[in-house]
């Protein structure tokens, strides 16, 4: 569990990076970085509920990829 809570400052850190760079217009182009960063968590917990065999959980995850995705994009 202390390892589940570690993953939490980065997570917080990454969901600011989404929100405020564009809203405050400051470095811009840490919107799109942070949302390949969550990106690379994403695959990081998938990879690591195949290897416990948890399958079933990686589903619970699905509605964050579509975002990161979008938000990856617009950095071009």
Avoid: F, K, S
Avoid at 14 to 25: M, S
Avoid at 50 to 59: C, K, S
């Amino acid at each position: 569990m202390p390892l589940v809570r570690a993953i939490g400052g980065p997570e917080l850190a990454g969901a600011a990076g989404l929100i405020l760079p564009p809203l405050t217009g400051i470095a811009p182009w840490l919107a799109p970085a942070a949302a390949v960063g969550l990106g690379l968590a994403q695959v990081g917990r998938i990879i690591v509920h195949v290897t416990r065999g948890e399958v079933r959980v990686i589903a619970t995850g699905r509605e964050r990829r579509p975002p990161l995705v979008v938000t990856a994009g617009r950095g071009r």
